[in-house]
């Protein structure tokens, strides 16, 4: 598979094109069909990722008392389709004590979604964004980030990954065979640290090394690294100022 996987919702054409060459051409993965059982309301997946060399593509999951099923696909290469796992409900990649948290009106629209999900050694890992599928909550819940959570196998709910200096992950690269992860702490109003760490041992939280961080008026939302150079997508959350959002900064180390 190359480096990103797009799932495509015109059931005419193929669901996932692959690209090797950052985004210059396309082939289509030799998938042709969408998940057509009900699907929690939503019929669309927001993701798809490799993991212990399966393919799953999870929908929205809703924080709720039921904990749905009927909200991920798996690939199987022998038909090249996806299939709803009917076993694989929404504690499969979001905390149980997640969901269901908070007993309000908009508990049941709040819906988590798997952000840039990296398979690294034995493990997975990921930042998780939400927002609220409620018109009164709409747009204060419009992909807010939520923390980074590790996986260490299919059937164990995944863990809250603590990094030091009590920031926030964001997002994560694979780098040399070193996993890096991009963090935020905000300080008071609208001042952030941002901070780049790296690891081996993911399961490990003493073993985060911290590589570079710098003070922001806010929060990094994304970042990547090419020819030596790391760039940084400046963004924010609900009630965050706009500030210089959208902007994108680099760093040579």
């Given at each position: 598979?190359?480096?990103?996987?797009?799932?495509?919702?015109?059931?005419?054409?193929?669901?996932?094109?692959?690209?090797?060459?950052?985004?210059?051409?396309?082939?289509?993965?030799?998938?042709?069909?969408?998940?057509?059982?009900?699907l929690v309301d939503y019929n669309?997946?927001?993701?798809?990722?490799?993991?212990?060399?399966?393919?799953?593509?999870?929908?929205?999951?809703?924080?709720?008392i039921d904990n749905y099923s009927n909200t991920i696909a798996v690939y199987n290469p022998e038909t090249q389709k996806f299939s709803l796992d009917k076993n694989l409900k929404n504690d499969e990649f979001i905390p149980r004590q997640q969901l269901g948290?908070?007993?309000?009106?908009?508990?049941?629209?709040?819906?988590?979604?798997?952000?840039?999900?990296?398979e690294y050694k034995q493990y997975l890992i990921y930042p998780v964004r939400f927002y609220c599928n409620n018109d009164k909550c709409y747009e204060q819940f419009y992909m807010n980030s939520l923390g980074m959570y590790l996986k260490?196998?299919?059937?164990?709910?995944?863990?809250?990954?603590k990094l030091p200096n009590r920031a926030?992950?964001?997002?994560?690269?694979?780098i040399?065979?070193?996993?890096?992860?991009?963090?935020?702490?905000?300080?008071?109003?609208?001042?952030?640290?941002?901070?780049?760490?790296?690891?081996?041992?993911?399961?490990?939280?003493?073993?985060?090394?911290?590589?570079?961080?710098?003070?922001s008026s806010n929060k990094a939302r994304s970042f990547e690294y090419l020819d030596g150079k790391f760039y940084f997508g400046l963004g924010q959350d609900y009630g965050e100022a706009i500030?210089?959002?959208?902007?994108?900064?680099?760093?040579?180390p």
């Open positions: 598979m190359g480096n990103n996987h797009y799932l495509n919702q015109d059931i005419d054409a193929p669901s996932i094109v692959i690209t090797t060459d950052q985004g210059r051409s396309f082939q289509a993965a030799g998938v042709d069909n969408i998940p057509n059982q009900y669309w997946f927001f993701t798809v990722f490799t993991y212990q060399n399966q393919i799953y593509a999870p929908s929205s999951l809703l924080r709720d948290e908070n007993d309000n009106e908009n508990n049941i629209y709040t819906i988590y979604r798997i952000w840039n999900p990296v260490k196998d299919i059937g164990k709910t995944p863990e809250l990954v926030e992950g964001e997002d994560v690269l694979v040399d065979n070193e996993l890096y992860v991009l963090a935020n702490r905000k300080l008071f109003g609208d001042r952030f640290i941002i901070y780049v760490f790296k690891t081996n041992d993911p399961a490990n939280q003493n073993s985060w090394q911290k590589i570079l961080s710098f003070k500030a210089n959002s959208g902007d994108i900064l680099s760093y040579t």
